[in-house]
């Protein structure tokens, strides 16, 4: 069965939409828990989430890392999806993971699409399709096996931005990745609150100053100076 760990932190708009499309989604009746993982919300993103049929849990630490972590030891499944609070999978996306690990994948993710009809956002999404890690981001959902999950030692919690590349990178030594065919639609809020060429730029500076071995401090106050938002 999957558990299905959703990370959220003031997301009462989003949250409850996320987790009817993965019930509705969720054709195969593979799914046997949906966990929402909470840093501390000050808004309703609780009482969303438990509204529409999620388990809330309170994380002791705030960040994607140590939330999917907590998540993870929380979780009943066999297999691990992690979801972003502001991304819908497609249709029958369990069935697709459960056939993906039975074939031999011991991780894998879905393609991305924006829920915005521009050019330059389609174009980056097209990329998502191949195998290379540098076009792989956390909007595209990952499945994980528990077993792969806890040999990797899970997500770095020193890790506050280039986390799920770091996780991807060890998973990868450890079993086979694969990228499925269908796409999972999460919001362009942030590339249209900060302009979307103006944040491409921003994401490229943070992959390039990681792969230098740039501090995660440097590269967190990089992200919060250049980048309008309220989660790191």
Known sequence: MISVIICAYNEEQFIAATVKQVSEKDHGKHVSEILVIDGGSADETVAEAHAAGAKVLHSPKRGRAAQMNFGAKHATGDIFYFLHADSHPPDAFSSDILSAVKSGDAC???????????????????????????????????????????????????????????????????????????????????????????LQSVFVLIFFLYKLGVSQETLVSTYRRLVKQNKL
């Open 108 to 198: 894998g993710c879905y393609q991305l699409r924006f829920d915005h009809d521009h050019w330059f956002l389609k174009a980056n999404a097209w990329f998502t399709r191949f195998g290379l890690s540098a076009f792989h981001y956390g909007d595209q959902s990952l499945f994980v096996t528990r077993s792969v999950f806890i040999r990797s030692g899970g997500f770095c919690e020193k890790h506050m931005v280039m986390e799920d590349y770091e996780f991807l990178r060890r998973v990868r030594g450890i079993g086979r990745f694969h990228v499925l065919s269908k796409s999972v639609v999460t919001s362009a809020r942030k590339y249209l609150d900060n302009g979307i060429f103006y």
